[in-house]
């Protein structure tokens, strides 16, 4: 994501679809919310529905495509994280 265009109010990936992300997200919550989960489509989806079911949100329509294409493609998990442990014999030593 560093090559890609963030938007300056919500750090956001300026994409297609981004305009009804940060108006329908931010409506009720930073975006740093979104900006920090990391969820497939299915799992925002089903976040989603949560969201409407238990805190309010309104029905999203023909835009909740646009809007789970977007997440998924911008904020779906990534397969980066610590490194592999060394092998035993690169290890130091242990004193007893």
Same mark, same amino acid.
């Given at each position: 994501?560093?090559? =890609?265009? @963030? *938007?300056? *109010?919500?750090?956001?990936?300026? =994409?297609?679809?981004?305009?009804?992300?940060? $108006?329908?997200?931010? +409506?009720?919550?930073? $975006? +740093? @919310?979104?900006?920090?989960?990391?969820?497939?489509?299915?799992?925002?989806?089903?976040?989603?529905?949560?969201?409407?079911?238990?805190?309010?949100?309104?029905? @999203?329509?023909?835009?909740?495509?646009?809007?789970? *294409?977007?997440? +998924?493609?911008?904020?779906?998990?990534?397969?980066?994280?610590?490194?592999?442990?060394?092998? $035993?014999? @690169?290890?130091? $030593?242990?004193?007893?």
């Amino acid at each position: 994501m560093s090559e =890609d265009k @963030l *938007d300056k *109010d919500s750090g956001f990936v300026v =994409d297609t679809g981004f305009e009804l992300v940060k $108006a329908n997200c931010t +409506a009720c919550h930073s $975006a +740093a @919310l979104v900006t920090q989960n990391r969820m497939n489509r299915e799992t925002w989806l089903e976040t989603i529905r949560w969201m409407q079911k238990s805190q309010g949100l309104w029905p @999203l329509g023909e835009s909740e495509k646009v809007i789970l *294409d977007y997440l +998924a493609k911008h904020y779906s998990p990534t397969k980066t994280g610590r490194r592999k442990n060394l092998p $035993a014999h @690169l290890m130091p $030593a242990v004193e007893k």
